[in-house]
Structures are given as C-alpha cells and as structure tokens.
C-alpha cells in the first residue's frame, strides 16, 4: 500500500509540476504553442514550432526516434501510427500494450545521460527539471515543452502537436476527427438543460481536486456537471473536509481507487457519511490512467462519466 500511496503523490507532484508551468504565460494557457489550430494542422518537414516554453524550434526531417516522457504522448504516437518511433517511454507508460517492449525512463526525474543514450532526433516533455531541456539541447537534441492542456480543445491542439512533430500530421487530424466525433454523440445524449448533478473529483485523500484551467473540469462542464471544485478557480485545488462536506457532492467520482480509496473508506471519513453521494451510494472509482491523461482514451472517460453522472440515461 505503501508503494501504491507514493505513486498517487507522485502523480499529484507532477500534476501540479506541470500546471505551474502552463500558468506561466500566454502560450502555455492554450495547453500548446501559440500557433492557431489551423497552423499546427498543416504536414510536411521542414517545420517550425513554437513550444509551451515559447521557444521555436525546427525540424528539418521527420525523426526516426523519439523519447516521450510523458504516458499520454506514448498514447497519441501509437494512436496516430507513430508507435515505431518511440524508442523510450515514461516509465509510467502502460498502454497501449503494445508499448510494454519499450525502455523506461523517468520523466520525473530524469538522467540527461539515459536519454541521449536512446540517440533520439525529438524528446517530448512536459517537466523541465535541472535545466533537462537545455542540456538535451547541448547534445543537439530538439526538444519540446507540452504544457498540460487546460480544456479539451487543448488536447486536440496537443494531439495535432504531436502528429506534426512525427510527421504523422494527418493521422493526427483524423484521431482528433473520430474523437470529435464520438464526443459530440456522448455529449448528445445528455439532454440540453438536464439536472446537473453536483460532483466531486478526487485526486487523491488529501482532497485535491480538478478546477478552472484543467482539461478534467472542461470534461465536467462538456457533460453539464456542477463541479464542486469550480469557485476555487484553481485548476487543482486542495479542499478541505468541510468545503467538501458542505457542497454535499451528489456524485463523487474517486480517481485514486486504484491507491485505495473506495466508497467504504470514503464513508468512514469524519462526517461524509451525511454526504448525498455517500448516501445514495453515488461513489465511483474510475481508472487515473484512462480520465488523468490527455489522449485519445478520454472518449471512453467521457462514456464512464456519463453513466455515472446521469444513469437514468441508462435505464
């Protein structure tokens, strides 16, 4: 438990990590560089991008091998055909299967030495810790900084990011094409004007939360939830036992079930046990790995949130 318990802090540390980087400037606030969607739609090599860093970087060819420390980029590069590229993976990464093959390394903590030891043309990132961007650079290494995306036009951008620094452009398009899609048929199915259920979005069981400027509450406010987490204007607030108490969540969706947290430990905490969700049984565990990364999986997010947050659409 333990070992499950470091692995929540851990994702908790990077989220936050990477959300003070997308705060810092205008072009981290899109989740990716300022160049207009359009732009970024647009194949073929050489190519100039502008990255959450504001640096512009360019590519003269397509890689032929890629790093990505990041498990949502090792996602988008397989999603979008790219998978071959990739010749080392966050050491998080655990889909799709097809990755397992794939050396690890730690987008958390680093070793510049490991990675230039894999000879990539491109590493993706989405931390920069001891100045990892800036020696990768020394050895000639490009380098881009994807900032976490604040809403899911943001991941769509990320997603067209990705395609074109593969040069997998179109495959790229077409993923964000099919997710559009698949989401606007979700999305449908939930009458305009439907009783929006208050909801509680847990990080882990020091109440940190998803708010404002989280690709996580834009999926929220797509599907007309209350998020409970919304006047913080924070995009990952830690709440506390009362806030959350006095909101009386209807529906509390756990993304740490997996490092133990489950409705009867939930039911157990001073006081929630007078919570609506709590009562009516409204507690759901869904998999930090499918709603936590901003990839193609959160279609099937979307699919699981709705059943949760309006299960008569069900019956």
Known sequence: MMRSRSLAWL???VLLAVTAVACSGDEEETGGPAETPEATLSGGFPITITDGDGDEITLAEAPDRIVALAP?????LFAIGGGDLVVA????????????????????TPSVEAIVAEEPDVVLISYDPGGLKDSLESNGIAVFMLSTPDSLEAVYTQINIIGRVSGHAAEAQKLVSDMREDIAITVAGVPEGASAPR??????????SVGPGSFLHDL????QADNIAAETGEAYPQLSNEAVIAADPEVIILADEAFGESAETVAARPG????????????????????SRPGPRLVEALDLLVEYLYPELAE
């Open 11 to 13: 994702l908790l540390l």
């Open 72 to 76: 949502s980029y090792v996602e988008v």
């Open 89 to 108: 993976a966050d050491e998080n990464t655990d889909y799709p299967p097809e990755a397992a093959s794939l050396a690890t390394l730690s987008g958390f």
């Open 199 to 208: 909801v509680y979005h847990e990080v882990d069981n020091t109440l940190y």
């Open 220 to 223: 929220y406010t797509t599907l």
């Open 272 to 291: 929630w046990d007078q919570i609506s969700a709590v009562i009516s049984g409204r507690v759901h565990g869904v998999d930090p790995d499918i709603i």
